[in-house]
């Protein structure tokens, strides 16, 4: 996982921050933008078999919570800042200002059997992985 800055260029007309696909760990198939969510309340809280998810705070400020299975981690997002999420990490934002605005790039198309919506299946997979290493 690892959190950026997007790059910045601006002059008299505004601001561009551009985001070259290439650079990413994959090739995005879709996104989705979360918006118009209350203060204070969590989006996500699953995992992904497959998906890898690049997380972009347009406005706001959004804490992401991330947990691999023995550890869990907290970064907050504000604007123009992305984090990458891998495959089989559990994560949830929280949506701290009531005015944030979360664009969502993904490595798949979406299919719903590649959630895992279970946190006690997902410590499961876990853990039977790492007694497989």
């Known amino acids: 996982m690892y959190k950026q800055t997007l790059e910045k260029f601006d002059d008299s007309r505004g601001c561009l921050y551009p985001l070259e696909f290439e650079k990413l760990p994959f090739y995005p198939k879709r996104f989705f933008i979360i918006s118009d969510v209350p203060q204070g309340e969590k989006r996500g809280g699953h995992a992904h078999y497959h998906t890898e998810q690049y997380l972009i705070c347009l406005k706001g400020k959004i804490e992401v919570s991330l947990h691999d299975g023995e550890v869990e981690s907290f ?59």
């Open 75 to 133: 970064i907050i997002l504000e604007p123009m800042q992305g984090l990458l999420v891998p495959s089989l990490v559990w994560d949830s934002q929280s949506f701290l200002t009531g005015e944030d605005i979360l664009l969502v790039l993904a490595s798949t198309s979406y299919n719903r059997e590649d959630y895992i919506e279970s946190f006690s299946v997902f410590k499961a997979l876990n853990e039977n992985f790492i007694n497989r290493s």
